[in-house]
T-cell receptor, first 110, second 114 residues
């Protein structure tokens, strides 16, 4: 079966721009979570969506937002990009308590 | 405040020997624990999990042990293979809180030497 698909794989943006990342979960999975991985902070939880509703949000500024569509696909948006937003952004989908991750989107802010 | 800690940033083991990766947690509400393996520029791959109602779970070469009183878990890989070389992350969740998130440790880089 198809896994979690994230697009694009790589992205380079300039400070001040905004970016949208996409995630398609495993078929049948209604929960989608987003995580940010940086060398200094490790993997940190951004937010989680279930049936188009955000159920939980991590400790990130309001510049980070997301949404989920009726087909469970999810997008996250980062506005007014800062250099510190450079990271690997990972999406995970789940049916229960085991989470399957995508390959991530590597965002570089210059 | 780091709720999940992996105190060894790296570990080197000879091929064929046992690899033991450790993880400590501070939040007593955590009741479900997972181990992930990660290669650079890829997403984490799920390895094995354990619920707090158990103290051991096995899957092939991988065994996870949970000591609730010590708030400690460990992942044993036997025998270790060169393909096991990767970064291993311990993660925990509080399934009762409805928080729907994983809290990760910062990872241990395992190197299996042929």
């Amino acid at each position: 079966k198809a896994g979690v698909t994230q697009t694009p794989r790589y992205l380079i943006k300039t400070r001040g721009q905004q970016v949208t990342l996409s995630c398609s979960p495993i078929s049948g999975h209604r929960s989608v979570s987003w995580y940010q991985q940086t060398p200094g902070q490790g993997l940190q939880f951004l937010f989680e969506y279930f049936s188009e509703t955000q159920r939980n949000k991590g400790n990130f500024p309001g510049r980070f937002s997301g949404r989920q569509f009726s087909n469970s696909r999810s997008e996250m948006n980062v506005s007014t990009l800062e250099l510190g937003d450079s990271a690997l952004y990972l999406c995970a989908s789940s049916l229960g308590y085991d989470y399957t991750f995508g390959s991530g989107t590597r965002l570089t802010v210059v | 405040d780091q709720q999940v800690k992996q105190n060894s940033p790296s570990l080197s083991v000879q091929e064929g020997r046992i690899s033991i990766l450790n993880c400590d947690y501070t939040n007593s509400m955590f009741d479900y624990f997972l181990w992930y393996k990660k290669y650079p520029a890829e997403g984490p791959t799920f390895l094995i999990s354990i619920s707090s109602i158990k103290d051991k779970n096995e899957d092939g070469r991988f065994t996870v042990f949970l000591n609730k009183s010590a708030k400690h878990l460990s992942l044993h890989i036997v025998p270790s293979q060169p393909g096991d070389s990767a970064v291993y992350f311990c993660a925990a969740s509080d399934s009762g809180a409805g928080s729907y998130q994983l809290t990760f440790g910062k990872g241990t880089k395992l190197s299996v030497i042929p």
